[in-house]
């Protein structure tokens, strides 16, 4: 079992940049693939950006293609969410997630088996 905590949310004008951390405990952090997915209020959940376990494969959301980049750094138990030139649309909570299970990297919600509690980032205009 793996617990996550993300970090590093806030308030940001257009064009400017944050970056999220997302610090797992528990075991074999490296055993898992990790992904993004942010909420805004009144929507469903939708995906961000994953990375694989071996940090051979990332993907990401066509909304956000370009400007943002996800890494890992398993030897602290941490997974980045760089975000540049932000817009007032990626406004939302932010969540990290781990899945430990599926074999091809995943850009659904239930494909993850942890989550955390979440990060609000706004953009204002």
């Known amino acids: 079992q793996v617990q996550l905590v993300e970090s590093g949310g806030g308030l940001v ?9 997302c610090a797992a405990s528990g ?4 055993n898992y693939d990790l992904g993004w997915f ?6 469903e959940r939708q995906f961000v950006a994953a ?3 071996n940090s051979g494969n990332t993907v990401y959301s066509d909304s956000v293609k ?10 602290k138990n941490t997974m980045y969410l760089q975000m540049n030139s932000l817009k007032p649309e990626d406004t ?5 997630a781990a899945d430990r299970h599926t074999i091809v ?7 993850y088996d942890y989550w955390g509690q979440g990060t609000q980032v706004t953009v204002s205009s």
Do not use: E
Request: aromatic letters at 12%; a positive charge.
């Open 13 to 21: 004008q257009a064009g400017g940049s944050l970056r999220l951390s």
């Open 27 to 30: 075991r074999s952090f490296n």
């Open 38 to 43: 942010r909420q805004a209020p009144g929507k």
């Open 51 to 53: 990375i694989s376990r």
């Open 66 to 75: 370009g400007r943002f980049t996800i890494s890992r750094d398993d030897a």
């Open 92 to 96: 939302a909570v932010y969540y990290c």
């Open 105 to 111: 990297l995943s850009k659904s919600t239930w494909a």
